[in-house]
């Protein structure tokens, strides 16, 4: 009858053969009755699932962008059959080792004396110095000379010789023990209190330091699932992140067993698509994500407007702010632009920053805020039942070095407010001098390279116009420099530190010497009638060349897992 629901078929039929079997009365006939009842449910259920995720698929991608991902899934899942074939897969393996080789080759030297196994007696102690001293003497790109980017975001000899006094007061110093080392647990108290006072932290913030930026941002992430789960039953959760947002909440991703959705941050702003992030929001959606600035461009996210979509929607967002640190909070005072980004904005829930980056404290600080004590005490460990007796940790880690939270304490003091507005005044001033030189100054470099978005912190982020990036990249590291190589889109970023603040002129000068030395091998090639070789196009990346290319990534994951395995070849 119109205005009537109807019952589902399958249910329909189910209901009457209970009926039927219930007037036969046998047991056997109730058990098979059951049986058709449950089989039916679940059938249902199963539809039901299914049928609610595909609509939230079309929401969140639209119909063409489902379509493009489904072949896009095809197409890596049948090459990758591809590269599994028997002749093709000797051949991979064989390219492959030889990349890993070279590898090796570079990292591994030959020429030094390698120890296997413990010594059978000590070393006094002047042996133990003179090695120590041959190691840190290793042929390396010169950070002190201020060629590399990020990676040392101070240096200075007299931070360091306070850092290595505090690390030394409290060399055996453990967190865990607070009743044994209290002078540890004060001063972490007190480097969260300082970061979230920076941060603008409403009362009743909370915090805890941690290892780095990437356990910062597992936190947050494991803090946000946990929170949907007791607060709302959310099972099979899902983050909404920028393509540009760290690889860590990835990882988070991977760990905690979180789907990760990806949305593009489409040129000219290079900034997270904010109407794409509100489809893909759905009743399983567990954290947004936004970066201040993000890694590979240094743009800052419109954290306004996903603070604004956060609270109408009722779903916590993360900042994070690893790499811009203690500048970005100092940029309006520095007399620079900037964006809202902090927990004034009020749908923002969670803040990562790392006090090893622009806090100059010694690596393997970080700290990740909460706007409440509540979402803090969902990343926490407690287990009453051990037999060990009651256990309880703020994080992951368990023991941690006490005498990296006192160099962390050291290097807020000595530096104080005034220092770090002082480094921001610097630092930002030189990223702002290199961009001008790289679209004005220079007619070569304007001409040739673009700057990805507008960058208000410290990170540039450029592509070229004609040429390959990546040979930019090569010529500027064989002038001993080292910057960061980017994909999706191809480009070279440079993250300007204190030592790099030093010599960014010499930094543009071999910049603009490089690409004339490019755009020369380019002109030669045409008059060889070889043509132009010309730009870098799709998503290929310096460390693999060609692989990054590839629909599937199994070969770059292979290259990957042989350089970490590198890493511990004695």
């Known amino acids: 009858m119109p205005g009537t629901s109807r019952m589902p078929v399958s249910l329909r039929e189910g209901f009457n053969n209970v009926r039927n079997r219930s007037r036969a009365g046998s047991p056997l006939a109730l058990g098979m009755l059951n049986l058709d009842l449950a089989r039916n449910l679940i059938f249902f259920l199963f539809v039901l699932r299914w049928t609610r995720r595909v609509l939230w698929k079309l929401k969140g991608r639209g119909l063409i962008g489902t379509i493009v991902e489904l072949y896009v899934d095809l197409r890596r899942i049948l090459y990758g059959y591809f590269l599994r074939m028997p002749g093709v897969r000797n051949q991979v393996k064989k390219q492959v080792d030889e990349a890993v080789g070279k590898l090796q080759t570079k990292l591994v030297p030959l020429n030094t004396t390698r120890y296997l196994t413990l010594p059978n007696e000590g070393w006094d102690q002047d042996a133990v110095r003179k090695e120590l001293q041959t190691l840190a003497d290793m042929d390396h790109t010169r950070w002190e000379d201020g060629f590399v980017s990020g990676a040392v975001y101070h240096g200075e000899d007299e931070l360091l010789k306070l850092q290595t006094e505090a690390y030394g007061k409290f060399t055996v110093a453990n967190p865990i023990h607070p009743d044994v080392f209290p002078g540890v647990r004060k001063m972490e108290a007190e480097v969260v209190a300082m970061v979230l006072g920076l941060f603008n932290a409403p009362a009743g913030a909370a915090g805890v330091s941690t290892s780095g930026g990437t356990e910062s941002i597992l936190m947050a992430c494991l803090s946000a699932r946990q929170k949907a789960y007791v607060e709302r039953g959310v099972t099979e959760p899902e983050m909404i992140l ?64 996903l603070s604004k979509l956060a609270v109408k929607k009722s779903v916590p967002l993360h900042v994070d702010c690893c790499l811009g640190s203690f500048l970005v909070p100092f940029l309006s005072r520095a007399g620079f632009e900037t964006q809202p980004f902090d927990f004034r904005l009020k749908g923002v829930t969670s803040i990562s920053c790392d006090t090893h980056k622009y806090g100059f404290a010694p690596k393997g600080n970080s700290t990740v805020l909460y706007r409440t004590q509540q979402l803090r005490s969902y990343q926490y460990y407690v287990d009453p039942a051990w037999s060990g007796g009651v256990y309880a940790s703020p994080g992951i ?26 480094s921001c005044i610097e ?28 960058p208000l912190v410290s990170v540039i982020a450029f592509k070229s116009k004609t040429l390959n990036i990546y040979d930019i990249a090569d010529g500027m590291s064989a002038k001993g420099w080292h910057l960061n190589a980017l994909q999706n889109p191809p480009a070279i970023h440079v993250a300007l530190t204190l030592p790099i603040v030093k010599v960014w002129e010499k930094l ?62 004695a």
Not at 258 to 274: E, R, S
Not at 427 to 445: N, R
Request: aromatic share 6%; charged share 20%.
């Open 508 to 569: 543009a000068a071999d910049l603009e010497a490089v690409v004339e030395q490019e755009k020369e091998k380019e002109r030669a090639r045409v008059a060889e009638g070889k043509g132009a070789k010309g730009k870098e196009v799709g998503d290929s990346a310096a460390l693999y060349g060609v692989a990054g290319s590839l629909p599937n990534k199994s070969v770059v994951v292979e290259l990957a897992r042989g350089f970490l395995d590198i890493l511990y070849k």
């Open 242 to 305: 920028p393509e540009t947002a760290h690889v860590a909440f990835r990882k988070a991703g991977l760990y905690f067993k979180i789907k990760t959705h990806l949305v593009a941050c489409p040129a000219p702003t290079y900034q997270a698509d904010t109407r794409a992030i509100a489809r893909l929001i759905n009743s399983n959606t567990i954290l947004l994500v936004g970066s201040a600035p993000n890694f590979p461009h240094g743009i800052i996210d419109d954290i306004a407007a």
């Open 427 to 454: 630092i930002v001033g030189a990223t702002k001098k290199l961009i001008a030189h790289i679209t004005t100054t220079s007619p070569v470099l304007a001409q040739e390279l673009e700057i990805l978005g507008n």
């Open 397 to 422: 880690a368990g023991s941690r070095p006490g005498a990296l939270i006192a160099g962390c304490w050291a290097s807020l003091m000595s530096t104080g407010e005034d220092g770090y507005l002082q």
